[in-house]
């Protein structure tokens, strides 16, 4: 007798018995998703509108659209990428009457700042041209950063480097490394293309590991600077 090979479920599957329990008005199912989606759906909400009590208050009416519309989700999308959708469309409605919000989608694709600091390469007179300096090389991070990343002083330099990056790359970075959405998700959150997306996610992540190498390389004693 051969064994049978099990497909994986797609997101939009695994999120039917949940639906179901949402649907029949569990709130034990309920509490759970408000309590788990909630602080991501502020942060996002807050990166289109002035104040955080608005940005509460978009959270509030998009749970209250999501009870409503129900029994209307199709599942064309998994369960969390459609809720933070309409949470997208009600903090963009609002931060355009705020006269706030910078358009995401305005975002360019590419261009813009170099990721990496261009001083840190050899130039094209030297005999291996494109490769590191000797002070550009990037610098270890010590025997075990995957580790160490996670906690104590290095996760309060990471943390603090995060708030320091621009709006568009700390939403994302936030979203995607913190929070831990998709792409697909982030993507539909914040109404971007998946070029700028990336693009966004790349730059931000540069910025933090140049804030993370200048730590190391002054012992873990530094501020963080850009």
């Known amino acids: ?66 009870v409503r519309g129900l029994d209307g989700f199709e599942g064309r999308s998994s369960l969390r990428t459609w809720v933070f959708r309409i949470l997208a ?5 609002r931060g355009v009457r705020e006269s706030r919000t910078i358009p995401w989608s305005s975002v360019p694709a590419a261009g813009g700042e170099p990721t990496v600091d261009p001083d840190r390469f050899r130039g ?23 580790a160490s990343v996670l906690a104590g002083e290095v ?26 959405l998709g792409s697909d998700e982030v993507c539909a959150a914040l109404g971007i293309s998946a070029g700028n997306q990336r693009v966004l996610l790349h730059r931000g992540r540069a910025r933090l590991r140049s804030a993370l190498e200048d730590f190391y390389r002054r012992g873990g004693t530094s501020e963080v600077t850009w």
């Open 155 to 180: 996760r309060t330099r990471v943390l603090s480097a995060i708030e320091l990056l621009p709006q568009q790359q700390r939403t994302v970075v936030t979203l995607r490394d913190v929070h831990g």
């Open 89 to 93: 469309n009600l903090a963009r409605t």
């Open 124 to 146: 094209p007179d030297d005999r291996w041209p494109g490769h590191w300096t000797d002070g550009g090389a990037p610098a270890p991070w010590g025997p075990s950063p995957e």
């Open 1 to 66: 007798m051969t064994e049978r090979s099990v497909e994986p479920l797609t997101p939009q599957a695994a999120d039917e018995p949940l639906v179901l329990l949402l649907r029949s008005g569990d709130p034990d199912a309920f509490a759970s998703v408000v309590d788990g989606w909630s602080p991501t759906m502020l942060r996002v909400a807050r990166s289109f509108v002035s104040t955080q009590a608005s940005a509460e208050e978009v959270v509030q009416e998009t749970w209250l659209a999501v």
